[in-house]
C-alpha cells in the first residue's frame, strides 16, 4: 500500500498477568501477541512500521527480528506520550500511518486493509476503528452527534454517567494523517484525571480544526485485548476457531473442531482427519491423507503424506509417507522415520534414524542409532546408549532382525542380513549372515524344589 505506516503500541507492563514475562510476548496460539500484529501489519503490505518499546525493553527487543524498527518510551505516560516517541521515524514521512496495540493479536490484515481504504477513500484525516461491546466496562465510549457523526472519545475513567451507557467503544486502533498527527502531538496535554496523553485528544483536536472523524465497525473480536490471563485464554479461544476453520475451508477435516489446538503456523494437507484432543504446535507440517489419532501432540515437525498418528508424541522430527506411529509412541528431538515404517505401542525413537519399511512394533527403546530398511525388532530390544558419562552410537543395517529383549550395547554395529537370537546382549559387533547368540545356557535342575522342602502338592 503506497504511503501507508504502522505503529504498534507495546510499551506497557500488563499487571494483571501477573508476570515475569513482557504482556505481548505472551503466546497466543502459539505465537506471541506482539507478533501476531506485526504478521498483520505485514500482511496488509504496509510500506514500513516500527514497534514501541518500554517494559523489559530489553527482552521485547531480543524477540524481535533485528530488521524491526523500535522507539523506547521510558515511562508510561498514556498513548499519545508513546506516539510521541515515534516522532523521528516519522517526520519524514506523508501519508497515513495506522495505531494498533500490541496486545491486542486478533486483528487482521484484512481489517487494516479496509481501514486504510476506509480513511483514504472517504478522505478523512482521522479514523477510528469501533465495535458495539455488551459489557464496555473499561472502554473508551464513542459518542456520536444527533447526525451519528463522531463527536469525541470519552476514556472510561472520565465519562459520566450517560456516557457509560454507550455500547460503541474506542477499539484503540486509529489511522490518521501523519501531518496533522505530528501538529496535533505537539498540543497534548495531561489535565485528566489520570495525568496521562491521550492519543484519543487528538482526535478532539483534529475535529475543532474542522476535519470529521471516520468510523470504522468491525466485529469485537478483532480488536479484543489481552490484559489477564482470562483474556488471554478468550484470545486464544477465538483465535483456534480462526485456525480450525481456515483447515477445514481447505479440506481438512476435525472430528471435534472445538476440540483441537493448532498453532497459529501449522499446516496440514488436504484428506487429513484431526480426531479430538490433538495438540499440534510450532511450526508442524502435516501432509495430505493423514490421520491424526486421537490426544496425539506433535511439535516442529515434518508428517509426510498418509501417516498414521495414534495418541503418540512426535517432537521436531521427520516421518515419512505411509508410516504408521502408535499408540503411546514417543519420538523424540532430531529423528527421522523413513516410508512404511511401524512404529508400534510403547516403542520410544531418540535422536535416530529408521529406513524404510523397518517395523519396531512394541516395547523398544532406541536412541542415537541409525537403522536400515527393512529391519525388524522384537518386542523388548534396548539400544543401550549410554555409558554413564557419553551417548554412543548403533548402526542397524538393512535387513537385520532383532530378536525379542535383545540389548544392543552401544558403541555396536549389526551388518546386513544378520539376526540375533532372542534374549541376547551384544556387545560386539555382528557380521552379515551371522546369527549372534548371547545369553547364558539353559539348566534344569530336577527335583530341585522337593529337594529345597517348597514342593507344592
Known amino acids: ?23 505481548v510476548l505472551h503466546r ?13 501489519l505485514k500482511g496488509a503490505d504496509v510500506d514500513d512500521y516500527i514497534v514501541v518499546i518500554g517494559h523489559k525493553s530489553e527482552v521485547v527487543r531480543a524477540s524481535l527480528n533485528e530488521n524491526i524498527k523500535t522507539a523506547y518510551q521510558d515511562r508510561q505516560l498514556g498513548t499519545g506520550h508513546a506516539v510521541m516517541c515515534c516522532s523521528d521515524f516519522l517526520k519524514n514521512k506523508e501519508g497515513t500511518v495506522i495505531v494498533l496495540a500490541g496486545d491486542a493479536p486478533l486483528i487482521t490484515a484484512e481489517t487494516i486493509k479496509n481501514v486504510f481504504d476506509f480513511h483514504i477513500n472517504g478522505g478523512y484525516k482521522v479514523t477510528v476503528l469501533t465495535g458495539d461491546v455488551d459489557n464496555p466496562a473499561g472502554f473508551g465510549r464513542i459518542i456520536r452527534d444527533q447526525n451519528g457523526n463522531v463527536e469525541k472519545i ?15 467503544v474506542n477499539s484503540g486502533i486509529y489511522c ?32 475543532r480544526q474542522g ?19 482470562v ?49 499440534i504446535e510450532g511450526n508442524t507440517e502435516i501432509g495430505e491423507g493423514c490421520i ?14 498418509g501417516v498414521e498418528v495414534q495418541s503418540s508424541v512426535v517432537l521436531d522430527s521427520i516421518v515419512h509417507d505411509n508410516t504408521s506411529v502408535g499408540p503411546f509412541a514417543y519420538i523424540r528431538p532430531e529423528s527421522e522415520i523413513g516410508k512404511n515404517v511401524k512404529i508400534g505401542d510403547f516403542v520410544e525413537i531418540k535422536k535416530s534414524k529408521i529406513g524404510d519399511d523397518t517395523k519396531v512394533s512394541h516395547l523398544t527403546y532406541i536412541g542415537d542409532a541409525e537403522v536400515g530398511r527393512g529391519c525388524n525388532f522384537g518386542c523388548g530390544t534396548v539400544v543401550v546408549n549410554y555409558d554413564g558419562t557419553n551417548k554412543h552410537k548403533t548402526i542397524v543395517k538393512d535387513h537385520a532382525f532383532i530378536g525379542c529383549n535383545t540389548n544392543l550395547v552401544a558403541p ?42 517348597i514342593w507344592k502338592k
Open 1 to 23: 500500500m503506497n504511503n501507508c505506516y504502522g505503529l504498534i503500541l507495546a510499551a506497557g507492563e500488563g499487571k494483571r498477568m501477573k508476570s515475569n514475562l513482557p504482556k
Open 28 to 40: 497466543v496460539c502459539g505465537k506471541p501477541m506482539l507478533f501476531h500484529v506485526i504478521d498483520a
Open 154 to 168: 470519552v476514556e472510561h475513567k472520565d465519562a459520566s454517567e450517560e456516557e457509560l451507557k454507550v455500547k460503541e
Open 176 to 207: 490518521f494523517d501523519i501531518k496533522l498527527l505530528l501538529e496535533s502531538l505537539n498540543k497534548l496535554d495531561n489535565n485528566n484525571a489520570q495525568g496521562e496523553y491521550y492519543l484519543t485528544d487528538v482526535i478532539e483536536i483534529l475535529k
Open 211 to 229: 476535519y470529521s472523524v471516520g468510523a470504522y465497525k468491525v466485529d469485537f473480536t478483532e480488536f479484543m485485548g489481552v490484559n489477564s490471563r
Open 231 to 279: 483474556q488471554l485464554a478468550e484470545a486464544s479461544e477465538v483465535m483456534r476457531r480462526r485456525i480450525v476453520k481456515r483447515l477445514m475451508d481447505e479440506g481438512v477435516t476435525f472430528i471435534d473442531p472445538n476440540n483441537a489446538y493448532i498453532d497459529a503456523e501449522v499446516k496440514i494437507g488436504r484428506d487429513t482427519i484431526v480426531y479430538p484432543g490433538c495438540v
Open 292 to 305: 491424526i489419532g486421537p490426544n496425539s501432540r506433535i511439535v516442529n515437525s515434518k508428517i509426510h503424506n
Open 412 to 453: 555396536v554395529t549389526v551388518e546386513e542380513n544378520a539376526y540375533i537370537a532372542a534374549g541376547s546382549t551384544i556387545t560386539e559387533d555382528v557380521p552379515s549372515g551371522a546369527l549372534a547368540i548371547a545369553r547364558a545356557k539353559q539348566v534344569n535342575k530336577e527335583g530341585w524344589l522337593e529337594k529345597k522342602g
